[in-house]
């Protein structure tokens, strides 16, 4: 199938069901608040390294956890138990973020560019995406950011300075967002880290139906 080009001048995106198979279903655009809401009110992200045109990606099989679902092994608990642990939300948003693109660039370089970093802190200054941090005995250890549009969050990156940071700081938001009643998770892609915290495979007709009880 073509990849699709989008029109800057037009808050459009093609149907989900016309990605290739590794998901790519259009490039270009912009980051603007309107049309990253109409993205992932479709199950569409962007994806893409600095320098690159802007790629949108909607892979046909989904990962998520279901906020009610996230598994907490025993040595988490007993981690849990011995150490004073403390979640916040929306500490400050740009920090978190920030600090997952400098992990990432540390680790193994990081898609996370600047018109990023600023696009996703204003929909954050619109209520439509939030930032986790865990604190391990008083000292930031990880934490997490994403975009939540209505009973559904969209994960997108995390980081840690500490061990399990990046966990305690998804079993925080778990924890928020089942008292919120949000239906899912979105992970985008399998990880053995995730899939060991309780996520699971799902058809991409099986995540709009979610995604549309959801929003």
Same mark, same amino acid.
């Given at each position: 199938?073509?990849?699709?080009?989008?029109?800057?001048?037009?808050?459009?995106?093609?149907?989900?069901?016309?990605?290739?198979?590794?998901?790519?279903?259009?490039?270009?655009?912009?980051? =603007?608040?309107?049309?990253?809401?109409?993205?992932? =009110?479709?199950? &569409?992200?962007?994806?893409?390294?600095?320098?690159?045109?802007?790629?949108?990606?909607?892979?046909?099989?989904?990962?998520?956890?279901?906020?009610?679902?996230?598994?907490?092994? #025993?040595?988490?608990?007993?981690?849990?138990?011995?150490?004073?642990?403390?979640?916040?939300? /929306?500490?400050?948003?740009?920090?978190?973020?920030?600090?997952?693109?400098? +992990?990432?660039?540390?680790?193994?370089?990081?898609?996370?560019?600047?018109?990023?970093?600023?696009?996703?802190?204003?929909?954050?200054?619109?209520?439509?995406?939030? =930032?986790?941090?865990?604190? &391990?005995?008083?000292?930031?250890?990880?934490?997490?950011?994403?975009?939540?549009?209505?009973?559904?969050?969209?994960?997108?990156?995390?980081? =840690?300075?500490?061990? /399990?940071?990046? +966990?305690?700081?998804?079993?925080?938001?778990?924890? &928020?967002?089942?008292?919120?009643?949000?239906?899912?998770?979105?992970?985008?892609? #399998?990880?053995?880290?995730?899939?060991?915290?309780?996520?699971?495979?799902?058809?991409?007709?099986?995540? +709009?139906?979610?995604?549309?009880?959801?929003?």
């Amino acid at each position: 199938m073509p990849v699709f080009a989008l029109n800057e001048n037009e808050i459009s995106f093609p149907l989900p069901q016309l990605a290739e198979d590794d998901g790519l279903l259009a490039v270009g655009g912009d980051l =603007s608040r309107e049309r990253l809401v109409l993205a992932y =009110s479709n199950g &569409i992200f962007p994806w893409y390294n600095e320098g690159q045109p802007i790629m949108w990606w909607c892979p046909r099989e989904r990962y998520i956890i279901r906020p009610g679902n996230v598994h907490i092994s #025993h040595s988490m608990k007993k981690f849990m138990r011995k150490h004073d642990i403390r979640v916040e939300v /929306n500490r400050d948003f740009s920090d978190t973020m920030h600090r997952c693109r400098i +992990k990432r660039e540390f680790a193994e370089g990081t898609w996370i560019t600047t018109d990023m970093e600023n696009a996703y802190a204003d929909l954050a200054a619109n209520n439509l995406a939030l =930032s986790v941090d865990a604190f &391990i005995d008083g000292e930031l250890a990880g934490g997490l950011y994403g975009v939540s549009l209505g009973r559904c969050f969209f994960g997108e990156s995390m980081f =840690s300075d500490m061990e /399990n940071g990046s +966990k305690l700081a998804l079993i925080g938001l778990s924890q &928020i967002l089942a008292e919120n009643g949000y239906v899912f998770i979105d992970c985008q892609f #399998h990880t053995d880290h995730l899939e060991s915290m309780g996520g699971e495979r799902i058809t991409y007709q099986e995540y +709009k139906e979610l995604l549309d009880q959801g929003l």
